[in-house]
């Protein structure tokens, strides 16, 4: 158990509690940066200066089984180490008995803490750029963390990891806005790509698959379903993806690519309209109600792949004509004295 406030970048690390009420100030209201349905999250600062977002897990009544998820987030990202997936720092798992008040009189009672710690991310959660219109960032953004978050998930599921609650909320952003998938405490490891049935609903209403709502069913597809959901929103704002049904797809992706084009300067639109029409078509895909239809995550790494072939092929020709002009530029030029 660790005791003092160093920590070995890059290591899990288990963490005593009263360490981590010391670098949070006491959980302090002025250290919270996030709130959460199982947890409230806040700032801690090591002794070395290094920050890390400390998840405080809340008392849940037992037929939440906060042991199981916590043994969920905790095992499932000690399982993974990807750039697009949130690095768990350390953990906490102490039964103290504290002097508490109950029923008028105060008494001796256990009480579980479950902490965990992950990297610290300046650029918060997806969800303060996503709007009811469009996401507020730049091209070029929304597409690394489109891409990103793909090759998180991909990754994910090629460990055989299912998130359950892929949504903006629990998309962390980093300083250079790099997307890092969060929040595996609804996340389950199913050894086989089959389809369950449970007995409860897990995720967040908007964001859940029809055969989830309907049939409590569960497969690689209920996070294809989350990530069409997010890259509309991201594309189209909330609004957007309320109004995608109302219209055709061919539409819909017409209007999606008129309101890029206008964001985008003039000279721009044709190097990136592939993309943005690429994006929307595989967001479609991924929420069509029969999941039979939804490509794998797989499939969209893949297809996301070819654009930034086709972009590089691109720009290597444009290279090598700009190369020619020069090359033929500077012959003239020695044959007939310069400009």
């Known amino acids: 158990m660790l005791n003092g406030l160093q920590h070995t970048s890059g290591a899990t690390s288990p963490f005593s509690f ?12 002025d250290r919270i940066i996030g709130h959460g349905a199982y947890g409230v999250v806040y700032k801690g600062v090591l002794d070395n200066g290094e920050k890390i977002a400390v998840k405080k897990l809340k008392y849940m009544p037992p037929e939440y089984d906060s042991d199981k998820q916590f043994e969920n987030e905790c095992t499932n990202l000690m399982r993974v180490q990807h750039h697009n997936i949130v690095r768990l720092v350390g953990y906490c798992h102490e039964t103290r008995r504290e002097y508490v008040e ?4 105060y008494i001796f009672a256990s009480e579980d803490k479950r902490v965990l710690c992950f990297e610290y991310l300046l650029g918060g959660s997806l969800d303060k750029h996503v709007s009811d219109e469009s996401c507020k960032l730049d091209w070029n953004t929304c ?5 990103g978050v793909s090759e998180g998930l991909n990754h994910l599921h090629n460990d055989s990891i299912f998130h359950l609650d892929l949504k903006p909320a629990n998309i962390l952003l980093d300083s250079n806005m790099m997307p890092k998938i969060g929040d595996f405490g609804l996340s ?10 449970t007995t409860t609903c897990y995720g967040t209403l908007g964001y859940i698959p029809p055969e989830h709502i309907n049939n409590h069913q569960i497969s690689p597809k209920y996070d294809v379903f989350s990530l069409g959901v997010i890259i509309i929103q991201i594309m189209a704002g909330r609004k957007g993806y309320n109004d995608h049904g109302d219209t055709t797809s061919l539409k819909f992706i017409e209007s999606v690519c008129e309101k890029w084009q206008k964001r985008v ?3 721009m639109w044709s190097h990136i309209l592939q993309e943005v029409k690429t994006c929307i078509e595989i967001a479609l895909s991924c929420v069509e109600s029969d999941r039979q239809k939804r490509p794998t995550i797989s499939q969209i790494v893949n297809a996301l792949k070819r654009i930034d072939i086709e972009k590089l092929s691109l720009t290597c020709e444009g290279q090598s004509m700009q ?9 003239s030029s020695h044959f007939y004295g310069g400009p």
């Open 102 to 105: 109950h029923g008028g009189k």
């Open 18 to 29: 009263k360490l981590l009420r010391q670098i949070t100030d006491n959980f302090s209201d």
């Open 143 to 147: 597409y690394k963390i489109i891409k």
């Open 188 to 197: 389950r490891f199913f050894p086989s790509t089959e389809t369950y049935t």
């Open 323 to 331: 190369a020619l002009v020069h090359n033929q530029y500077t012959t």
């Open 265 to 267: 300067h003039a000279t």
